[in-house]
């Protein structure tokens, strides 16, 4: 029975990690479509390219750089938010991203049909979204990024929402890409567009449904099942 728990226990970290892991993959997956799209991308991304396309680096480096910084802000105000998925979200988003970009250049050229385009940010938006989703319910820790609202409506004691603080860093890295671009003479084009605000209005409420139906009950019903094991002890 006690190798029996054990087993139990090991499975639902393994289904932990590879919700994390996959989860990490489909957000990384969803960028590249969208950097793909040449509509834009999401704030925050759209911050890293910036970043990536101003210092001539690939995308995976500028989002370990900025991951690296903004984990030491976490380290220091959310410690307890620290997980492997943090880890993971910080090395792997980049590197999927880059790669799944590159194999696509690799076989076929930017698209310049809208069609193409705007069926490119659906890809995009199933992607990252299923790919959130997976990585929220895997619970593993909290993405450097992500952390940061929590954090400051903590400091506020809730008087400001967890919600509205994150408008407000998507806000702030909006207005960073912008000031890079310019400051550094980069295009706006592919960096921010139309896809910049399609996933500010639809992305959260994809999340949620793929939580709500998919991901959670999937290990909520692994979680029951470890639970059983547990009282028949």
Not at 168 to 183: E, G, Q
Not at 225 to 232: G, H, I, K, L
Request: proline share 3%.
């Amino acid at each position: 029975k006690e190798n029996c728990v054990k087993s139990k226990v090991n499975g639902m970290f393994l289904r932990r990690c590879f919700l994390v892991l996959m989860g990490t993959l489909l957000t990384g997956m969803g960028i590249s479509f969208m950097r793909i799209s040449q509509l834009g991308t999401d704030p925050y991304s759209a911050f890293t390219l910036s970043i990536s396309l101003w210092q001539v680096c690939t995308y995976a480096i500028a989002s370990i750089c900025i991951n690296a910084v903004l984990l030491i802000f976490q380290f220091f105000t959310s410690r307890k938010s620290i997980g492997i998925g943090s880890f993971v979200s910080m090395f792997c988003v980049g590197l999927s991203n880059d790669f799944f970009y590159n194999a696509y250049l690799s076989a076929f050229s930017l698209p310049s049909s809208v069609i193409v385009q705007w069926c490119m940010t659906a890809a995009a938006v199933a992607s990252m979204a299923f790919g959130v989703a997976c990585f929220l319910s895997g619970n593993l820790g909290v993405a450097p990024y992500d952390a940061l609202a929590p954090v400051f409506s903590e400091w506020t004691q809730g008087r400001i929402s967890f919600s509205k603080f994150r408008i407000i860093t998507d806000a702030v890295s909006f207005v960073l890409a912008l000031f890079v671009c310019f400051s550094a003479g980069i295009s706006l084009h592919g960096v921010i567009g139309l896809n910049t605000i399609v996933v500010v209005i639809v992305l959260g409420p994809c999340i949620q449904f793929f939580r709500d139906k998919v991901t959670q009950p999937w290990i909520d019903t692994k979680q029951e099942e470890a639970s059983e094991v547990f009282d028949q002890e």
